[in-house]
């Protein structure tokens, strides 16, 4: 897909922004400028991971979902809950009392995001055996670190998993089941995910992977959360619905939840955007060929640290730690054991389009013209002071540099250049009245 026309979720509020340099010094990919006092965010390198919504003080960057009058766009709504969504809530001691609040809240039906995982965790799992796939093979759950691939490590694309996302599967099992058990038409029936971040929902209008999503929607788990805590508080007295996903499946909403669903020892667990980066620059120059596997999560502490959720994340890892392990006591199954062999072929659970790599680091799409305009990024670059100061509205003076070639900014704009070009003009000035006569 064309990256200019594709789809964000994370948006800029002009009238919130203080054109402040705290978003510009945070991104991962360098997709936030700052010109005339107000923060521009470069569509081609965004990968809606969200860290300029954590780090802006002033909420200045949103992340566009749908809201619950979603609901009456569709004859019937099946939610599907992803595993982080429980960790919102403290001191529940069964996954079924949130599932069943969701059916009070208007949903005609539920299904877990987790049960999806099981199948993923399977899938992946056969999907290792193969010798011939490149090591580490790395996950393709969380789309703000598969665009981050795309952007900045494109060498790394064969070695992304092509199995779908979780939410994905879950998506297709919940429609099928759901037509067969009520004798509806599949377009009759939105299917709406409980998101933790904004990439999920740009991977839902932009799928990674995919022609098209299985998914319809997604609701924020921030706004769900305002209207589940009221219901929840009511439950107690109620039986909850049962889950039908293991507590492997649950655990995904954590990092290394994915690990330890597939029982990979020979695996890396990564969290942080910024993590991640330093991570792929190592397998990217060879020195982690030794790995099986790499799994890395955008958001401190995995999904349940995603800039759209309303717990503590910390406080909700330790609330999914235990649901998992009341989980294993009552359910001990593991993936493989309570994913049918059948469920591999009855579903479409591998992409069925490449990930392309993102052009949006390319300063020319002529490679004669790109060599040029390096070599003259490199001049600028050497000339500059290096304080990576982002005074001149650019993160780096890399970057601005590279601006500087590609016309988005002048040499001028750094404050340092400015500083030494003024003091010049006047020792000039001073060295020309002293010998004015």
Same mark, same amino acid.
């Given at each position: 897909m064309d990256t200019k026309t594709r789809y964000h979720s994370v948006r800029l509020d002009k009238e919130l922004c203080k054109? $402040?340099?705290?978003?510009?010094?945070?991104?991962?990919?360098?997709?936030? /400028?700052? /010109?005339?006092?107000?923060? %521009?965010?470069?569509?081609?390198? $965004?990968?809606? $991971?969200?860290? $300029?919504?954590?780090?802006?003080?002033? %909420?200045?960057?949103?992340?566009?979902?749908? !809201?619950?009058?979603?609901? %009456?766009?569709?004859?019937?709504?099946?939610?599907?809950?992803?595993?982080?969504?429980?960790g919102q809530f403290r001191n529940i001691s069964d996954v079924g009392y949130v599932l069943a609040a969701l059916r009070k809240l208007g949903f005609d039906d539920v299904f877990e995001v987790a049960r999806g995982a099981d199948v993923v965790s399977r899938a992946i799992a056969e999907k290792l055996k193969d010798p011939s796939l490149p090591r580490p093979l790395i996950s393709s759950a969380c789309p703000a670190v598969v665009r981050l691939i795309q952007v900045s490590f494109p060498d790394l694309l064969p070695n992304v998993v092509d199995i779908r996302q979780p939410m994905e599967v879950a998506a297709e099992i919940a429609r099928s089941e759901f037509c067969r058990a009520r004798g509806c038409a599949p377009e009759d029936v939105g299917i709406l995910f409980i998101t933790p971040c904004p990439a999920k929902m740009t991977a839902i209008r932009s799928p990674l992977g995919q022609k098209r999503s299985a998914v319809d929607g997604a609701i924020s788990m921030m706004e769900i959360y305002s209207h589940l805590r009221p219901i929840l508080s009511h439950l107690d007295r109620e039986e909850p619905l049962p889950s039908? !996903?293991?507590?492997?499946?649950?655990?995904?909403?954590?990092?290394?939840?994915?690990?330890?669903?597939?029982?990979?020892?020979?695996?890396?667990?990564?969290?942080? *955007?910024?993590?991640?980066?330093?991570?792929? =620059?190592? @397998? =990217? +120059?060879?020195?982690? !060929?030794?790995? &099986?596997?790499?799994?890395?999560?955008?958001? @401190?502490?995995?999904?349940?640290?995603?800039?759209?959720?309303?717990?503590? +994340?910390?406080?909700?890892?330790? #609330?999914?730690?235990?649901?998992?392990?009341?989980?294993?006591?009552?359910?001990?199954?593991?993936?493989?054991?309570?994913?049918?062999? !059948?469920?591999?072929?009855?579903? %479409?659970?591998?992409?069925? #389009?490449?990930?392309?790599? +993102?052009?949006?680091?390319?300063?020319?799409?002529? @490679?004669?013209?790109?060599?040029?305009?390096?070599?003259?990024?490199? =001049?600028? &670059?050497?000339?500059?002071?290096?304080?990576?100061?982002?005074?001149?509205?650019?993160? &780096?003076?890399?970057?601005?540099?590279?601006?500087?070639?590609?016309?988005?900014?002048?040499?001028? =704009?750094? *404050?340092?250049?400015?500083?030494?070009?003024?003091?010049?003009?006047?020792?000039?000035?001073?060295?020309l009245a002293q010998t004015k006569r």
């Amino acid at each position: 897909m064309d990256t200019k026309t594709r789809y964000h979720s994370v948006r800029l509020d002009k009238e919130l922004c203080k054109g $402040c340099t705290n978003c510009l010094m945070h991104c991962p990919t360098e997709a936030i /400028r700052v /010109r005339k006092g107000r923060a %521009h965010i470069l569509d081609e390198r $965004c990968i809606d $991971c969200g860290e $300029c919504i954590r780090i802006c003080n002033y %909420h200045a960057k949103i992340a566009a979902t749908d !809201s619950l009058d979603i609901l %009456h766009q569709f004859r019937y709504c099946v939610a599907l809950p992803a595993p982080s969504l429980y960790g919102q809530f403290r001191n529940i001691s069964d996954v079924g009392y949130v599932l069943a609040a969701l059916r009070k809240l208007g949903f005609d039906d539920v299904f877990e995001v987790a049960r999806g995982a099981d199948v993923v965790s399977r899938a992946i799992a056969e999907k290792l055996k193969d010798p011939s796939l490149p090591r580490p093979l790395i996950s393709s759950a969380c789309p703000a670190v598969v665009r981050l691939i795309q952007v900045s490590f494109p060498d790394l694309l064969p070695n992304v998993v092509d199995i779908r996302q979780p939410m994905e599967v879950a998506a297709e099992i919940a429609r099928s089941e759901f037509c067969r058990a009520r004798g509806c038409a599949p377009e009759d029936v939105g299917i709406l995910f409980i998101t933790p971040c904004p990439a999920k929902m740009t991977a839902i209008r932009s799928p990674l992977g995919q022609k098209r999503s299985a998914v319809d929607g997604a609701i924020s788990m921030m706004e769900i959360y305002s209207h589940l805590r009221p219901i929840l508080s009511h439950l107690d007295r109620e039986e909850p619905l049962p889950s039908t !996903s293991t507590g492997y499946g649950i655990g995904w909403a954590t990092s290394s939840g994915e690990t330890k669903s597939i029982f990979q020892e020979n695996a890396l667990c990564v969290d942080g *955007i910024q993590n991640c980066f330093r991570v792929l =620059e190592e @397998i =990217e +120059n060879n020195k982690l !060929s030794d790995l &099986t596997f790499f799994e890395g999560n955008a958001c @401190i502490g995995g999904c349940v640290g995603g800039p759209l959720t309303f717990e503590n +994340n910390y406080v909700a890892k330790n #609330t999914i730690r235990k649901l998992v392990s009341n989980t294993l006591k009552k359910h001990p199954d593991t993936p493989r054991e309570s994913v049918p062999a !059948s469920m591999m072929n009855k579903y %479409h659970l591998r992409m069925d #389009t490449p990930i392309d790599a +993102n052009s949006a680091m390319k300063l020319d799409d002529d @490679i004669t013209v790109a060599m040029q305009k390096l070599r003259r990024v490199n =001049e600028i &670059t050497a000339e500059l002071p290096g304080y990576d100061c982002g005074s001149c509205g650019s993160p &780096t003076c890399r970057a601005f540099a590279e601006d500087i070639v590609l016309g988005y900014a002048n040499e001028m =704009e750094c *404050i340092h250049r400015l500083k030494d070009k003024l003091q010049t003009m006047a020792e000039q000035m001073v060295e020309l009245a002293q010998t004015k006569r």
